[in-house]
């Protein structure tokens, strides 16, 4: 199970943390990716990490601005939105898959067998 919360509304420029709490996971699941979805458009990777190596990886769109890191401890992933801008409205969303990757992680979407439910994040200018 996958729960995203932390999505709220900001203006341009603000700032958001989103959390990614998994459980139930099986033990191989090593990617977690952030992926999100804007009205009427298709679902797009963010970025994603790997539980096991920490390697992380990132979209041009958003490398530089958003960052993701870890608390094993806390079974929680993290997502840092930073400078904000409206075209990063859309529901965030956290995945992971089914061991394919142990080292690495991917950008591709069916690449990914759980999803969570995901979590609003409302840019105004």
């Known amino acids: 199970q996958l729960v995203e919360s932390g999505g709220g509304h900001v203006q341009s420029g603000g700032h958001l943390t989103l959390s990614c709490v998994y459980s139930?996971?099986?033990?191989?699941?090593?990617?977690i990716g952030w992926f999100r979805q804007a009205p009427e458009k298709e679902r797009e990777a963010v970025g994603c990490?790997?539980?096991?190596?920490?390697?992380?990886s990132y979209s041009d769109s958003v490398a530089g601005r958003f960052t993701i890191s870890r608390d094993d401890d806390k079974n929680t992933v993290y997502l840092q939105l930073a400078n904000l801008k409206p075209e990063d409205t859309a529901v965030y969303y956290c995945?992971?898959?089914?061991?394919?990757?142990?080292?690495?992680?991917?950008?591709?979407?069916?690449?990914?067998?759980?999803w969570g439910q995901g979590t609003q994040v409302t840019v105004s200018s």
């Open positions: 995945a992971t898959d089914n061991g394919r990757f142990t080292r690495y992680c991917s950008d591709k979407t069916y690449l990914y067998d759980y």
């Open positions: 139930g996971l099986p033990s191989y699941s090593y990617q």
């Open positions: 990490i790997s539980r096991n190596t920490g390697y992380t």
